[in-house]
C-alpha cells in the first residue's frame, strides 16, 4: 500500500512538473495562433514566461509580419510585454492590474490606397465582430454580450515607441510620446474579443498625431523637391553662361 501511495505521489510530481515545463510553450503557441487568425498575418512571439501562483505574464520580441503587398518585413515589433492579473478577477470580469508594452516600433507604410497598420486594424475589428455572432441555419445571429469575458484594465502603459515611416517622399524613425492610462475599460469593462482592437486604436492615435506633425514637414519637403526640380530644368540651359559666384550660390541652395 505504501509502494502504491509513493508511486501515485510520484506520478503527480511528474505530471506537475510537466505542465509547468509545458504550459508556457502551449500557452505561447496558442496566442500566435489566435493572433495570426485575428491580424491576417504571420505573429512570432521569441519567449512566453508566465508565473501563475502571482498572475504574471512576460512576453519578449514579438513581430507582427505585414500584411501582404507591402515591403517591409514587419508592421510592428514589440520587445517586451508585462501583465499581472488582479486577484479581483473572476470568469465574467478579467481585471488587469498592470499592462505594458516596452519598445513597440511601428513601421508606416503605405501602398496603392492602403496604409499596412489601417489594414491590421480593420482586421482586428472584423474579428472582434464575427466573434460576437454564431451561425444558426446558415444566418448570422448575435450572441448576447453577457456571455463574454470582460476586461479592465487598471494601469496601461506604452512606453519608448517609436515610429518608422517610410514613404516616397519623407523617411524617417520618430519618438511617440509615451502613454499612460489608468482604469481602461471601466466601469463594465470591454468585451474579450474587442481588447486587441482598442488597444491598437490608442496606439495608433498617437502615432496618428505624429504624423500629422511630420505631415508640415512632408509637404514642405514635397513642395521643395518639386520646385527643386522644376528650376534644375529651367536652369539646366543656363549653366554654361554663369560666372564663378553664381554657380557657387547656386550649390549652396542644393541647385
Known amino acids: 500500500m505504501k509502494k502504491i501511495l509513493t508511486y501515485l505521489f510520484v506520478l503527480v510530481l511528474i505530471v506537475i512538473g510537466a505542465m509547468a ?3 508556457d510553450g502551449i500557452t505561447k ?17 521569441t519567449e512566453f514566461r508566465s508565473d501563475l501562483s502571482a498572475g504574471k505574464v512576460n512576453i519578449d520580441f514579438v513581430e507582427v509580419k505585414n500584411p501582404p503587398n507591402f515591403k517591409n518585413e514587419n508592421a510592428f515589433v514589440l520587445n517586451h510585454l508585462s501583465l499581472i492579473i488582479d486577484t479581483e478577477s ?9 499592462l505594458e508594452f516596452d519598445g513597440l516600433l511601428f513601421t508606416l507604410e503605405q501602398s496603392d490606397n492602403q496604409v499596412n497598420l489601417v489594414t ?12 460576437d455572432q454564431s451561425i444558426v441555419e446558415g444566418k448570422p445571429v448575435k450572441i448576447e454580450e453577457q456571455a463574454e469575458a470582460r476586461v479592465i484594465i487598471k494601469d496601461l502603459n506604452f512606453i519608448n515607441t517609436q515610429l ?3 514613404t516616397q517622399w519623407f523617411k524617417d524613425v520618430v519618438d511617440v510620446p509615451d502613454v499612460s492610462i489608468h482604469h481602461f475599460g471601466t466601469p463594465n469593462g470591454i468585451p474579450m474579443s474587442r481588447v486587441g482592437a482598442e488597444l491598437m486604436k490608442i496606439a495608433l492615435r498617437r ?6 506633425n511630420k505631415g508640415l514637414r512632408l509637404g514642405e519637403k514635397e513642395i521643395k523637391e518639386g520646385v527643386r526640380r522644376q528650376l534644375e ?5 543656363l549653366k554654361g553662361k554663369l560666372d564663378g559666384k553664381a554657380r557657387d550660390w547656386f550649390r549652396k541652395l542644393g541647385l
Do not use: C, M, R, W
Open 29 to 45: 503557441s496558442a496566442i500566435e495562433t489566435y493572433a495570426q487568425q485575428a491580424l491576417k498575418t504571420p505573429v512570432h512571439i
Open 233 to 237: 530644368g529651367e536652369l539646366e540651359g
Open 90 to 98: 473572476t470568469d465574467d470580469l478579467i481585471v488587469i492590474e498592470h
Open 21 to 23: 515545463l509545458f504550459f
Open 120 to 131: 491590421l486594424l480593420k482586421s482586428l475589428e472584423s474579428k472582434s465582430n464575427t466573434s
Open 207 to 212: 502615432i496618428q498625431d505624429e504624423v500629422e
Open 164 to 166: 518608422k515611416i517610410d
